[in-house]
C-alpha cells in the first residue's frame, strides 16, 4: 500500500496567493491541508469556499512555528504516513510534492525521517536574486548549524520539507515564531533523525516581504536566531530525562 501523504500549507494574510498556489498544489498532492493563522485579510474567505482542503484556523496569529505544529499534530492525529510543508506566498514549486514525498520512503529498510528543500544546494534556470541579508543571515545560521552539529546543511530555513509521521514524536515546539526551523534542527540531531536535503529552484516574488516588527532589521533578527538556539541548546539535558 502507498503511503499516505499530507501536504501542509501555513497561511497568514496570503489572500493575493492562496488560490492560485491552492490551485497549483491541488495539481500533485490528494490530501490538503491549510493552516490559517489568524489571517484578517480575505484568506479565511477564500478558505471557507474551497470544498478541496481542510482548515484548522488559529482564533489570533500565533506566529509561523504554531501554524507548522498544527500541521504536525493533524497529520499524526489522522494517521498519515508523510508530512509534505510548503509556504503559500509562491516561493515553492508544488510539482516537486509527489518526489519530496517520495525519498522518505525510497529505501524501506532505511527511511528518511527528514527531507529538507534547499535553494542553494544546485542552481537551476531562472532563479532569483535572493535579497542580500537574508542571504546572509541564512548563511551564518546554516554555518553555526553545521559547525555545532557536524551537519552538512545548505539551507537552514527552506520551508519546503517531508517528514516522515513516525519520525515526528522527535520534535517538543515551543518555538512558535520563525525561529522555529532552529528548534527543528536541534531536536532533530538530539534524535538521530536522518536527514537529507533536496534542491529545490531559488523563487523571490516579494522582496520586501516583512518578517514583522524588530525582526525586519537583519542585526536584530541574527541575535534572536542565536538566542533561541542557545536556549534549545540549554534544554536538551532537560528532553534527555
Known amino acids: ?10 497561511v497568514f494574510n496570503e489572500v493575493s496567493h492562496v488560490e492560485g498556489v491552492l490551485d497549483e ?4 498532492a490528494e490530501n490538503i491541508l491549510v493552516v490559517d493563522d489568524g489571517s484578517t485579510d480575505g484568506t479565511a474567505e477564500v478558505l471557507a469556499a474551497r470544498a478541496d482542503i481542510e482548515v484548522v484556523s488559529h482564533p489570533e496569529n500565533a506566529g509561523y512555528g504554531a501554524a507548522l505544529k498544527s500541521a504536525f499534530d493533524f497529520a499524526i492525529q489522522h494517521n498519515y504516513d508523510v508530512l ?6 509562491g516561493q515553492h514549486e508544488p510539482r516537486l510534492i509527489p518526489e519530496l514525498a517520495s ?10 525521517d527528514l527531507v529538507s528543500g534547499s535553494r542553494y544546494l544546485k542552481q537551476f534556470a ?5 535579497p542580500e541579508q537574508r542571504r546572509q543571515v541564512n548563511m551564518q545560521i546554516t554555518a553555526l548549524l553545521n559547525e555545532r552539529f557536524g551537519l552538512r546543511l545548505t539551507d537552514a530555513f527552506c520551508g519546503f520539507k517531508a517528514y ?13 515564531g520563525y525561529a522555529m526551523p532552529l528548534q527543528l534542527w536541534v531536536q532533530a540531531v538530539a534524535a538521530s533523525l536522518r536527514i537529507v536535503e533536496f534542491p529545490v ?5 516579494e522582496e520586501e516581504r516583512s518578517f514583522g516588527g524588530s525582526l525586519d532589521d537583519a542585526a536584530l533578527r541574527m541575535a534572536y536566531y542565536k538566542d533561541v538556539l542557545e536556549r534549545e541548546l540549554a534544554c536538551l539535558p532537560c528532553r534527555s530525562r
Open 1 to 10: 500500500m502507498p503511503p499516505r501523504i499530507l501536504t501542509a500549507l501555513p
Open 201 to 205: 529552484p531559488l523563487v523571490y516574488l
Open 25 to 28: 498544489v491541488q495539481r500533485f
Open 103 to 112: 525519498i522518505v520512503f525510497a529505501t524501506e529498510d532505511e527511511p528518511v
Open 126 to 130: 531562472g532563479d532569483s536574486l535572493p
Open 164 to 176: 516522515r509521521i513516525d519520525a515526528l514524536s522527535a520534535f517538543s515546539i515551543t518555538e512558535f
Open 84 to 89: 509534505v510543508t510548503i509556504d503559500c506566498d
